[in-house]
């Protein structure tokens, strides 16, 4: 019966999904929801059968199936002639790993983690060892890390975050922007031709423990091809205090080093160190497929634009060198906001007579390895068609919150309108308390917003009758960990306050179809129409 249970789970999904009969207003069909209807898809996304759901393996593919499934359940049309947008990926998995860093030798999984991204099935790299800050180079905040000096061949350590924490003229002060996350540290040692960058690990400049990063990085890490090609062969992570007892061997302080690079008079500063890494690899070149729906607007003058909503349908799949269990079910980190998208497409396929602007559903994939199918498919559109992303990211499943957060509306006048509708429910309107850990550029909507598209992260807030501070407790928890598995017991009113607002402002969009417009400073380089 075990083994039956997630296909009985998917025939319940199929049977709620065409039952639900649309009536009332929008916000009514919202509040009528059923727990077994939001419970289907984050239960069946999150079963043992799907093997934690990594592109490119069975798991990740019958997620996509799945979803293609619920989509026509749905009654939604293909996007562009077929439900899935398949692209190209290259996986590569170290299956070993050594080092020496000085007089240390660096131990796989316990002082360093990566991946190298070229097809060798052994490899051998070493390089001198630079100290290259936080290597940052953005001219909109006058700062540039790495001045000219040439870093070409050398192994770089690089500090996640950004420097202007008492300052919030820079960069936003505890806010963090684009530059502090560490997908930009390696797209800027790539463009400055280093060989390999290893990230240095703190729990609190990270927002997360050492564990996270050895599960983000202990399986295949998947890349877009376009993306590898510059002459970084190795990136990964080191913790900081195996760095620490390396450099005081030299004689090296690492907090002068830290204290220098928070000042715009730093330079990369050579350590006069080797690393060495040796290792064996594996790699492969696959397809795996975002899966897209549409519900075409009613007005011939709007129907051209559309309306993203957007959710990640991948995880972290299987790690086997884990003891007991090995499957990253994934089932809050993506499952509750896979069932917020689809909720919310069954509310709005109800009243498509009344939407001018078209609706697009987007089951994205490879969000866990770089946002790499969100931003495949934002590469893909006309972004003068898009009206605005609305993102579901680890959809709260709890009691009923008494705030309602926006993760990057104040980068847009997004921020007015949801504000307003938050209000009109009756809730106060919130910033995310963990907005030092850039939670904004962590998810698919980063992918529409830098490429000119207002974007936004709705989601249930962090205030409930009980006290707990649930999201953040989860973030610092289960999040990333094999944990986060399905729960029968969650009440999902919080996931039913998140389709709320979704459709409402979905539908404010519609009726009033205002000029989104950016405002403020930018935090993040926006991508040429």
Known sequence: MNRLKPFVLFIITGWLLMCSRPFGTIEQMADALSLQEMQSVMQFLGDDLLEGRAPGTRGGMLAEIYMQSVFKLLDLEPYEGSYFQPFGLKGYALEKLSGQFGSRELHYQHDVVGSYTRDAATFSLEGGVVFAGYGIVSEDWDWNDYKGVSVQDKILLVRVNEPGKDDPELFEGEALTYYGRWTYKIEEAARQGARGILLIHTDETAGYGWHVVQNSWSGEEVYLPSTLENPL???????????????????????????????????????????????????????????????????????????????????????????????????????????????????????????????????????????????????????????????????????????????????????????????????????????????????????????????????????????????????LGDYHTVNDEFDESWTLESTRQTIKMAVLLVDYLNRHRPNLEWKGKMTFPVDEP
């Open 233 to 475: 062969r190795f990136r990964g992570w080191i913790r900081e205090e195996l760095l620490r007892d390396v450099l005081q061997e030299q004689n090296i302080s690492l907090d002068a080093l830290y204290a220098v690079s928070e000042t715009r008079e730093f330079k990369p500063t050579g350590l006069g160190i080797n690393i060495e890494l040796t290792g064996r690899n594996r790699f492969r070149k696959f397809e795996t497929r975002n899966v897209v729906a549409v519900i075409r607007g009613s007005d011939p003058r709007y129907r051209d634009r559309s309306v993203v909503l957007s959710a990640h349908i991948d995880h972290l799949g299987m790690n086997p060198q884990l003891s007991g269990d090995s499957i990253f079910n994934g089932a809050i980190d993506n499952g509750s906001a896979v069932t917020s998208m689809v909720a919310a497409a069954k509310i709005l396929k109800a009243f498509e007579k009344d939407l001018k602007y078209s609706v697009i559903l987007l089951a994205c994939q490879a969000e866990e390895s770089g946002l790499l199918g969100s931003r495949y498919f934002a590469e893909s559109i006309d972004p003068e068609k898009i009206v605005a992303n609305i993102n579901f990211e680890s959809t709260p499943v709890w009691e009923a919150a008494t705030d309602f957060m926006a993760v990057g509306a104040r980068y847009s006048t997004l921020d007015d309108i949801i504000e307003r509708i938050v209000h009109d429910q009756g809730l106060e309107y919130s910033s995310f308390s963990m907005s030092n850990q850039g939670f904004f550029y962590r998810s698919d909507q980063f992918s529409f917003a830098r490429r000119g598209i207002p974007a936004v992260w709705l989601s249930a807030g962090e205030k409930y009758v009980s006290g707990e501070n649930r999201i953040r407790d989860f973030f």
